[in-house]
């Protein structure tokens, strides 16, 4: 007998099981299908592995540098990476547990196997239903009145080069290394490849990244580029930027890898003990059955609309498979938007430059809204505050200083149209600037709330107080 559903889910990534549960919510009977485990590249090979590794990384960086807090510590700090490796472990596992129990509680069904859509069958008289080889080859069918595709993306490999999990690595295997290299060449100088810069060196990895654009991190605003360049070199990390890597130069070594690259200044060969290469992510389009579907397929994503609707409307996509902002709480309120949308409630659609973006280095970057560019080719008048966090109380005493907060706002209505941070913890204070922008607040608005003092919150005050010129700390 086929499994008949509310609503089938395919793939049970944040996008995925945020749909199921906000559908199971609204009263659907809902079926997620996964192949691998639920949580998807978020839980298992990407943001709370890789955050957790951030983390001991980041505390390995403050043991050594204890005696600037008057601690003394006994000999050099030890690294025990088997251990960081464990924690990363027990992290994942206790999400998975809870994410199991969540979706348990709200009678979720969960079939483990691999799905492929079906055109019209004796199951059903239109496409969408679901064959899955579950994992002893058996076959299941869920036949669901509605199906969400949230099928993710995998890490895209760089042509002429392929991953082979231990010289040339993607960021799923780098999550997987039981040692450290004692160097790392990275290619992609988005979030990604940041992340693993600034873990990497404070763990002792000689690192060089490369990066096609003339900047780190393109796609934010300038000033947030060039502030994390000057911090990575300047801690000894090697930045290469509108550099070109030759792929038919690339030679696998006993030692590692060597590759050339050619820069403005002329072409350098880079040699490491291994290549991460971070230069973006594939949508998960092949293989599911696309084809028994009239679902289009643009640019190698899944094309919709606002509410998530594939060119057959009772088949939605959502997620990193439909491209356009790749992040797990984008992918959620997009399941979400989904899930209300089927129930026939009107969400309303995402703005996407109104969803917060945030890299998880040291310093931290966290961002939202446009970019002092983006904002002038849109017509704005913008008028700009930058206040450095050497100038926060709480930043000196915590002895994070580098960084600062930048806020765009239009010089005529005083809206905000950007805000931009590097430094300390920052991306625990974008949420109020993202708050802000949801509640149309102005500047002056928000720089009349009152702050805790000291507090890292104050700098994002002083900023929106400083567009006016009538900041009270810088």
């Not at 403005?264 to 389009?285: C, K, P, Q, S, W």
């Not at 094309?303 to 088949?315: K, M």
């Not at 797990?328 to 938007?337: K, M, S, T, Y």
């Not at 989904?338 to 966290?366: D, M, N, T, W």
């Amino acid at each position: 007998m086929a499994i008949q559903a509310d609503v089938a889910v395919l793939g049970g990534g944040p996008g995925g099981y945020t749909a199921a549960i906000r559908a199971a919510q609204l009263g659907r009977k809902v079926v997620i299908i996964e192949q691998d485990r639920i949580g998807g590249v978020c839980l298992n090979r990407g943001c709370i592995p890789s955050k957790s590794l951030l983390r001991s990384a980041e505390v390995f960086h403050t043991v050594k540098e204890a005696a600037r807090y008057g601690v003394a510590v006994r000999g050099e700090p030890e690294l025990r990476y088997g251990a960081v490796l464990e924690r990363k472990r027990a992290a994942v596992e206790q999400l998975h547990r809870g994410l199991q129990s969540l979706l348990k509680k709200h009678n979720i069904e969960i079939i483990h196997g691999r799905g492929r859509i079906i055109g019209p069958s004796i199951f059903s008289p239109r496409s969408g239903s679901v064959a899955v080889e579950l994992s002893g080859g058996e076959m299941e069918t869920v036949v669901p009145s509605q199906l969400i595709i949230a099928t993710g993306s995998r890490p895209r490999e760089l042509p002429g080069v392929k991953f082979d999990g231990f010289r040339v690595l993607s960021s799923d295997d780098a999550l997987e290394m039981e040692t450290l290299p004692k160097a790392l060449l990275i290619v992609g100088g988005g979030v990604i490849g940041i992340e693993w810069a600034s873990m990497m060196n404070d763990f002792g990895v000689d690192v060089t990244l490369v990066e096609a654009a003339s900047r780190l991190l393109p796609g934010e605003d300038a000033d947030v580029s060039s502030e994390m360049e000057r911090l990575l070199r300047r801690r000894g990390v090697r930045v290469l930027t509108s550099a070109k890597l030759l792929a038919d130069t690339f030679a696998p070594e006993d030692g590692g890898v060597a590759v050339k690259v050619e820069t403005g200044e002329g072409t350098a060969l880079l040699n490491a003990e291994r290549m991460l290469v971070a230069i973006g992510r594939t949508a998960n389009v092949e293989g599911i059955g696309l084809e028994a579907t009239d679902v289009t397929v643009r640019d190698g994503f899944i094309a919709v609309n606002a509410s998530y609707q594939t060119a057959e409307p009772h088949i939605y996509a959502v997620g990193d498979v439909i491209g356009g902002v790749q992040l797990a709480h984008a992918a959620a309120r997009e399941g979400v938007i989904a899930a209300e949308h089927i129930a026939g409630l009107k969400p309303e659609p995402i703005q996407p430059h109104r969803i917060p973006r945030c890299v998880y280095s040291r310093p931290e970057v966290a961002s939202i809204g446009w970019t002092e560019s983006q904002a002038m080719s849109r017509g704005h008048d913008v008028k700009t505050s930058r206040l450095p966090f050497r100038a926060s109380g709480k930043a000196i005493v915590s002895g994070d200083t580098d960084g600062f907060v930048k806020v765009i706002a239009d010089r005529k209505t005083g809206d905000i149209l950007g805000v931009h941070m590097v430094g300390p913890h920052v991306t625990e204070l974008l949420s109020e600037a993202g708050l802000a922008d949801l509640l149309n607040a102005s500047v002056w608005e928000v720089g009349q709330l009152i702050r805790p003092h000291p507090s890292l919150s104050e700098m994002f005050g002083e900023a929106m107080l400083a567009i006016d010129g009538v900041s009270l700390s810088f």
